[in-house]
């Protein structure tokens, strides 16, 4: 048995596919469906992404399994840099994109959660504030991005990968998509010119990368 990551496509999963690939070492990507049977069989919450380690020891939680990715494997050096300051900022910007970035986009996708109010004029305003909500932390990320190449100071890191899914739901969910976030831009475009990451979209989405 090999580590297995459990995905879907247009999933923050997406992350640690692309880390997986970075690291080299041997896995297995399965997709599966939300909510499925297969997937409520090891993850309660019926969500991705699921880790399962060789010895058949699962992790969840996108944020963890890519500190867990970055701790196992050192050689990737795909940490962030040495030294607990360094290791800090790694934590501070995985819980940016969890705890702000992350659930600034569930008004958007779920708005009926947030509303008592039936009707799509109650929908709209309820994505509007999803809206302004991930514009408000796209703005921070792209100030933090002025002059840099990645978004820690060690380098290209598991914390760059965890932004690329919500970069890309940024792109097709914002009424100007990234026109007024240029950094965060070419954070995107430096990602995704990537052929290891042209290979796990293409694998992801069916199509050739």
């Known amino acids: 048995m090999i580590p ?12 640690p596919h692309i ?11 399965v997709k599966v469906q939300y909510g499925s049977d297969k997937l409520l069989s090891f993850n309660p919450a019926g969500a ?15 944020g963890a399994i890519l500190d867990y990715l970055a701790n196992k494997h050192p050689e990737a050096a795909l940490g962030g840099g ?6 800090a900022e790694a934590r501070r910007w995985s819980a940016f994109f969890t705890s702000d970035v992350h659930a600034s986009f569930w008004p958007i996708f779920v708005p009926e959660r947030y509303s008592t109010l039936g009707g799509d004029k109650a929908r709209w305003s309820v ?9 408000k ?21 598991v914390i760059d990968a965890y932004s690329f899914p919500m970069i890309r739901w940024a792109i097709r969910l914002l009424p ?7 950094n965060v831009q070419s954070l995107h475009d430096r990602i995704e010119a990537d052929p ?8 992801e989405t069916g199509m050739s990368a």
């Open 19 to 29: 880390v997986l690939e970075w690291i080299g070492a041997p896995y297995e990507a």
């Open 4 to 15: 297995t990551l459990y995905y879907a496509p247009g999933a923050c999963s997406l992350a």
């Open 127 to 135: 994505m509007e504030a999803g809206h302004r909500l991930v514009a």
């Open 196 to 203: 290891v990451v042209r290979k796990v979209l293409g694998r």
């Open 82 to 87: 040495d030294g607990i300051r360094a290791q």
């Open 176 to 182: 100007s998509g990234l026109i007024e976030y240029p």
């Open 137 to 157: 932390q796209f703005g921070f990320l792209d100030r933090h991005l002025e002059g840099r190449e990645f978004i820690l100071d060690g380098g290209r890191s």
């Open 48 to 62: 991705v992404p699921a880790f399962c380690e060789d010895d058949g020891w699962i992790l969840t939680q996108a």
